[in-house]
């Protein structure tokens, strides 16, 4: 029997003055928003992952400054029928600077900062239905120390 593997995934919660840092992207299902987020590569951490993803998804480098939350979903893509289960990792971040001009990853159209009601009122639009469980998670104070993730040196050299 195969073991089962969910997708690793990370998210990075970036509020500034009651705004949240997103995406907007072109997807297989259609434009649909979500937390700067995306999968962990080999040979990184989390953390190394989700400071990667915002930068590459919003040009904004990001300091992440502790856990919010681990999640799993399961989800069917409209276009594929594909059924995929994913662990999100997300991370409450703070944005340190933007990186003017900078290209971002195929597929997305911008970043945005939106309100959590904002967010909320485009609960058809999510990318994932961790999208706005994980800024509720947020806004509830939930948080967990970084110091509780321990990656081992292993893991962060690919051809070991």
């Given at each position: 029997m195969n073991p089962w593997k969910p997708n690793t995934t990370v998210a990075a919660v970036v509020e500034r003055d009651g705004r949240f840092l997103m995406v907007e992207e072109l997807t297989r299902d259609g434009l649909r928003i979500n937390q700067p987020a995306g999968h962990l590569d080999c040979g990184e951490s989390l953390l190394q992952a989700v400071v990667r993803e915002a930068l590459e998804e919003t040009a904004w480098e990001v300091e992440p400054l502790s856990g919010v939350g681990i999640y799993?979903?399961?989800?069917?893509?409209?276009?594929?029928?594909?059924?995929?289960?994913?662990?999100?990792?997300?991370f409450a971040c703070r944005a340190l600077s933007q990186q003017a001009?900078?290209?971002?990853?195929h597929g997305i159209v911008r970043s945005l900062w939106l309100d959590a009601a904002e967010v909320r009122a485009r609960r058809n639009a999510h990318r994932s239905p961790l999208v706005m469980q994980t800024i509720d998670d947020y806004l509830a104070g939930k948080r967990f120390a970084?110091?509780?993730?321990?990656?081992?040196?292993?893991c962060l050299d690919p051809n070991a």
């Open positions: 799993m979903a399961r989800s069917r893509h409209q276009g594929s029928g594909a059924d995929v289960t994913y662990l999100r990792f997300a001009g900078r290209v971002l990853d970084l110091d509780l993730i321990h990656t081992h040196p292993s």
